[in-house]
């Protein structure tokens, strides 16, 4: 005897195009006034991301991962968490971040170097920025776990890159969350690339979103520059996050460097930037809200300005922080060992920090 025992297919979702054309079957049930919020957000995120960059270029911010391209796959799930969901991210979604309330002064603090800028992560429900690829998923799924033992009603959401998913840690997180259908919605950024690897380079797999099947869970890819895809995505997977996790791929770009210590002129040609540029995940997003009169460039202009000056005061406050050097010794244990005491003595007596 022989029969199909399985079968699956992957949906993905658009619900608008690339020139602000809406599917208004798909289309969720928000009023025009979210979609101005969130245009506002990822605009804010964009010039947030330029002036970080000028500032590494400037010696005033240490290695910094920029985001532009990816803002809708970010301000997407962001207005779509709730206030007590929880966040697992990586090292690239500061858009999250902000929209979630991260003071901004903070943001500077850490891009200078001082993970002071971390302190305010757990009043936004954030885990902290995670840089050992993707280590953050099962942080997420053991969050999931928790807000699951203790009856929240609230969910996790981890991010993971197109790179990270070849990690063994994010298919060991799908596996125990599928086995406990925990609440927790894992989000793949897929940027395309992982420092010079590309997509196709991870996995032979047609997409990223079936990684979901072999763990039981469900899957979905999501066109991630269309914002208002990745917001239906993402509240859908919150809705039903009490009957389990939903992996979700956002099909995006990473428009510039993979960091400010990268060059990808060395690895991709300038023809698929470009092809990206035309799916800009502002633009279509401008078209569609200036097409219903809500927008125009005047507004564009004075929202710009006013972004930059609340951006430019953060910078100078944060310019003035003076980092206590034995927060770095102070989070990493409960009960500090002897040799770590000894190097903390050490370096606050000899000035390490200055
Ligand atoms: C465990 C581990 N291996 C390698 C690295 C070095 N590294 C930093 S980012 C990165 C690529 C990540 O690519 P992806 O997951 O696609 O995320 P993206 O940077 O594109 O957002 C690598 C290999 C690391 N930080 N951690
Ligand atoms: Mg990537």
Same mark, same amino acid.
């Given at each position: 005897m022989k029969k199909q025992v399985y079968s699956c297919g992957i949906d993905y979702l658009q619900v608008m195009d690339e020139d602000g054309g809406i599917d208004l079957q798909l289309m969720p049930s928000i009023p025009d006034s979210k979609i101005v919020e969130m245009y506002k957000w990822m605009l804010f995120t964009r010039n947030l991301d330029a002036k970080t960059l000028s500032l590494q270029r400037q010696g005033?911010?240490?290695?910094y991962a920029p985001l532009v391209g990816e803002e809708a796959s970010q301000i997407g799930v962001a207005l779509a968490m709730r206030k007590d969901d929880v966040l697992a991210p990586s090292f690239r979604q500061h858009g999250i971040h902000i929209a979630r309330g991260q003071p901004l002064d903070d943001y500077f603090i850490y891009w200078k170097?001082?993970?002071?800028? *971390?302190? *305010?992560a757990r009043s936004i429900n954030a885990l902290a920025v995670c840089?050992?690829?993707?280590?953050?998923v099962p942080h997420g799924a053991g969050v999931a776990f928790a807000q699951r033992y203790m009856g929240k009603d609230a969910a996790t959401v981890a991010y993971v890159g197109d790179g990270g998913t070849s990690e063994g840690d994010f298919h060991e997180a799908l596996n125990f969350a599928g086995v406990y259908k925990l609440p927790l919605i894992v989000v793949i950024e897929n940027n395309q690339w992982a420092i010079s690897v590309p997509r196709k380079g991870q996995t032979a797999a047609e997409t990223l979103a079936q990684k979901a099947v072999a763990a039981g869970i469900r899957g979905v890819q999501v066109d991630g520059n269309d914002v208002l895809a990745v917001y239906k995505a993402a509240a859908d997977a919150l809705a039903s996050a009490k009957d389990g996790p939903t992996l979700i791929e956002c099909v995006t770009y990473?428009?510039?460097?993979?960091?400010?210590?990268?060059?990808p002129t060395k690895y991709r040609a300038e023809e698929e930037v470009n092809a990206w540029k035309a799916r800009d995940p502002l633009r279509r997003v401008n078209l569609y809200l200036t097409s219903k009169g809500l927008w125009s460039s005047q507004l564009e202009q004075e929202t710009t300005e006013q972004h930059q000056r609340q951006i430019d005061e953060a910078v100078e406050r944060a310019e003035q922080f003076k980092p206590d050097p034995r927060g770095m010794f102070e989070t990493l244990y409960s009960f500090m060992p002897d040799a770590l005491k000894e190097e903390e003595d050490n370096a606050v007596s000899n000035n390490f920090w200055m």
């Open positions: 005033r911010a240490v290695t170097g001082y993970e002071d800028g *971390s302190k *305010s840089v050992p690829v993707g280590t953050q990473r428009m510039g460097m993979h960091t400010t210590a990268d060059d």
